[in-house]
Each structure stands twice: as C-alpha cells, then as structure tokens.
C-alpha cells in the first residue's frame, strides 16, 4: 500500500481484458481533448465513460487501479497519451 491508502501493484497488458484496454483508451483520449489539464480530468473522464457504458465506479476496480497508477507514475512534460503507453506497456 502507498501513503495514500490505495495498494497499487504493478498492472500489466496482459492482466487487463480488451475491453478493459478499450475502456482505458476511451478515458484517456476523452481526458486529453479535455482543457482541464490537471489530474481530475482523467478521473472525470473514467467517471463519464463508465455511465456511459452502464457500469459504476463501486463495479469496478482494475480501471481505477491503472488509472492511480497512471497518477503516480507521471513525468514531466509527458501528455497523457503518452504515458498510458507507457505504463500499459
């Protein structure tokens, strides 16, 4: 667990289903067109695709937890683009 309280393991390609995949490129090219280019986009994005796709949050974990790792794994000057790339490579 880190010091926010969230246990965060390393996720991985091949842990995560199509859809999940799908489902993570959907919120972050949503949160990259956002002008909001703080950490809250990305989450106002997951929070939006997920109604639109009928699920809540309280549904779902392996999103959320990439998404986290996505927050604690950021570099400077690095679009969100970019570094769900990275992170899901």
């Given at each position: 667990?880190?010091?926010?309280?969230?246990d965060?393991?390393?996720?991985?390609?091949?842990?995560?289903?199509d859809e999940a995949?799908?489902?993570?490129?959907?919120?972050?090219?949503?949160?990259?067109?956002?002008?909001?280019?703080?950490?809250?986009?990305?989450?106002?994005?997951?929070?939006?695709v997920l109604?639109?796709?009928?699920?809540?949050?309280?549904?779902?974990?392996?999103?959320?937890?990439?998404?986290?790792?996505m927050?604690?794994?950021r570099?400077?000057?690095?679009?969100?683009?970019?570094?769900?790339?990275r992170?899901?490579?």
């Amino acid at each position: 667990m880190n010091g926010s309280g969230y246990d965060t393991p390393d996720l991985h390609k091949d842990d995560l289903s199509d859809e999940a995949i799908e489902l993570l490129y959907t919120i972050v090219h949503r949160a990259s067109s956002s002008p909001d280019r703080s950490s809250r986009a990305l989450f106002n994005a997951y929070e939006e695709v997920l109604e639109e796709h009928g699920l809540l949050p309280s549904d779902d974990a392996v999103l959320h937890r990439f998404l986290f790792r996505m927050q604690q794994d950021r570099r400077p000057d690095e679009s969100v683009v970019e570094r769900f790339h990275r992170v899901l490579a």
